[in-house]
Each structure stands twice: as structure tokens, then as C-alpha cells.
């Protein structure tokens, strides 16, 4: 399974076993890799993937390639969003990616995309999470909500807001100045104005986070010294522990941010565009459901997305 995404791509190989009672324990990991190639660089202004974005993608693509060749992998699947879906030179990348994968991608729309990091996500929420849960993917080109309950999703919602997009759109200066916060939070707001009319971010009764900005915000909220997978989740942390961590990623300059042990290098430059997001987006939620008397308190990070999500369709 690979997810090519607007920042990163990222590959799962998995034993699958047939018939079991759960789709937790119907996938075993073998192979888990993260890979930054940026292929969104430039698409929200351009509207096309550029030629040095595509280099660095089909590189990654044939190292997965040979990896799953070495590994014996039987069923392949492969799947793409925001910034392909943007692109108006996307059959490029599709055929570069058949020539290499042996498969063409599926370029997923917004609800796709949301349905799939649900189910992802719940795979790994256990027990004992009030319901309904707003599970939140941050990704580099776009943001997904999803409010589900008992495994099914109720509503999503993708927004056209992402760590890369925003960073290319409005955070120029290191660290941003005030009024490039303003303007991205604004874009972010009125994006959250239209998600809200389609799932009532009212109704959430906890916040579920993935994805690579979120768990780098709950890194650096644990106080990690590096990127520890079992720590980060499952892990419930008090929202305020969140807000605090996005305000340092926005505030301090690219050096601080890149010397974090927790730090992916190359995810650096857009953290604090993240954050921003995520931290707009949290306030958001906890506003409207103080609308309805209800105060939400915690957070809970999970590692578990829309790659889980896509693999446990294909299994």
C-alpha cells in the first residue's frame, strides 16, 4: 500500500489474515516507511506538479518498488490526493507510476480521502471514546473531518487548507510576522465555516489527530527527545499541552524547529503552517461544542490514517 501525498509518500507492507474477527487484527505490519518528496511543491499556485517535485516522487516510488519486489508482495495498491487531484499535468505522475509500481494510482476525492482516514484511525481507537469522534488529518495539501460513532462515518468534510498549501500561501517570513498569521488563520476559519455546515462540529465528543503534523505536535507536546511511534499513540494529552506546542512550532525560527530530535528535516519548513491549521482547527471544535454546554478537554493522537485506512480496504 502507498499513499502519495502532498508532502510525503508513504508505503505499508502487511500480512494479511483471512477471516479475522476484527479489522485491528486483520493486517500485521512488515514494512512501515515515510518518505518526504514535497510532490505538491508550487501546485497551489501553479496548478501543476513541477518536473523537480516529480523526479524526487518517481525516486521514492522505485525504491518502494524494488522493496515490495524483495518482499514477495502479492497485491499493490496505490493511492494519491490533494495535490494530484489539483494538478492538470496529473497523468504524468499517474504513468510514472504505473511504469514503475506496475499499477496506476487512484487519485482519491476530498470524501475518499476522509472516509479512508476514518477507518484507518478507528481501527486503532479501542474501547471507551465518547462518541461521536472528530477524527482531524492534516496533510500537506489539504485537511479532512470526519465525525463518526460505531465504527461508521456520520459526515466529512474536506478543506483545501494543508501545512504546504498554507506555507506557500501565506507564511513568506521565518518565523511568520503577524500579519501572515492573521491572513492564514482567516483562510482557515472560512474554510471551517463551510466544513461546519456539512458535520456539525458540535456534535464531536472527542478529538481524534493523525497524521505526520499532528503527531510531530504531540512529539513536541510529550516533550520527546525523539520520534517515539508507541509513545505518541494513542496518546491523550490535554488540549491546552497542543495549543501550546502549535504556538512554538509557529513562533520560533526554521533552525529551533530543525533541531527538535523528534524532527523530521524535511517537514521542518511547513510544521508551523501545520499547526497553525491544527491549532485553528482545535479551537474551532472546542467553540462549538461549548455552543451545546459540552467543554472538550483532551485530545487523543493516533499513528493509525489514511494508509491503514487504504490497506485494510484493499485486504
Known amino acids: 500500500m502507498i499513499d502519495c501525498g502532498t508532502n510525503s509518500i508513504r508505503l505499508l507492507v502487511a500480512d494479511v489474515e483471512q477471516g479475522a474477527d476484527s479489522p485491528d487484527r486483520a493486517m500485521a505490519d512488515v514494512v512501515r516507511r515515510m518518505e518526504i518528496a514535497r510532490l505538491g511543491e508550487g501546485v497551489d499556485r501553479t496548478g501543476e506538479l513541477a518536473e523537480g517535485a516529480l523526479a ?10 524494488d522493496q515490495c519486489r524483495e518482499l514477495g508482495v502479492e497485491r499493490v495498491r496505490v493511492v494519491a490526493t490533494s495535490a494530484t487531484r489539483d494538478a492538470a499535468n496529473r497523468q504524468v505522475f499517474l504513468e510514472g507510476v504505473r511504469e514503475r ?4 494510482p487512484e487519485v482519491l476525492s476530498g470524501d475518499e480521502e476522509a472516509r479512508l482516514s476514518f477507518l484507518g484511525a478507528a481501527a486503532g481507537f479501542g474501547q471507551g471514546l465518547a462518541e461521536p469522534i472528530l477524527v482531524v488529518d492534516i496533510g500537506g495539501g489539504s485537511t479532512e473531518l470526519v465525525l463518526g460513532a460505531a465504527g461508521e462515518v456520520l459526515a466529512e468534510y474536506s478543506m483545501d487548507v494543508g501545512s504546504v498549501r498554507m506555507k506557500e500561501r501565506h507564511l513568506a517570513s521565518d518565523p511568520p510576522s ?6 492564514a488563520r482567516e483562510d ?11 458535520v456539525a462540529l458540535s456534535r464531536a465528543r472527542t478529538i481524534v489527530g493523525v497524521a505526520g503534523t499532528i503527531t510531530s505536535v504531540t512529539a513536541e507536546a510529550l516533550g520527546l527527545a525523539a520520534y517515539d511511534s508507541a509513545a505518541i499513540h494513542g496518546s491523550v494529552l490535554p488540549l491546552a499541552a497542543h495549543l501550546h506546542a502549535c504556538d512554538w512550532f509557529l513562533t520560533n525560527p526554521l533552525e529551533e524547529r530543525r533541531a527538535l530530535g523528534h524532527m523530521h528535516p524535511l517537514r521542518a519548513d511547513v ?12 479551537d474551532r471544535v472546542v467553540r462549538e461544542a461549548r455552543r451545546e454546554g459540552v467543554e472538550l478537554e483532551t485530545v487523543v493522537t493516533s499513528e493509525r490514517d489514511i494508509l491503514d485506512g487504504a490497506a485494510l480496504a484493499l485486504a
Not at 271 to 282: D, E, K, T, Y
Open 56 to 65: 524526487r516522487t518517481f525516486g521514492v516510488i522505485e525504491d518502494y518498488a
Open 178 to 183: 503577524d500579519e501572515e498569521i492573521l491572513a
Open 271 to 282: 510544521i508551523g503552517a501545520g499547526a497553525l491549521v491544527w491549532s485553528q482547527v482545535l
Open 188 to 198: 482557515v476559519e472560512r474554510s471551517l465555516d463551510a466544513a461546519n455546515a456539512v
Open 101 to 104: 509500481m506496475g499499477v496506476l
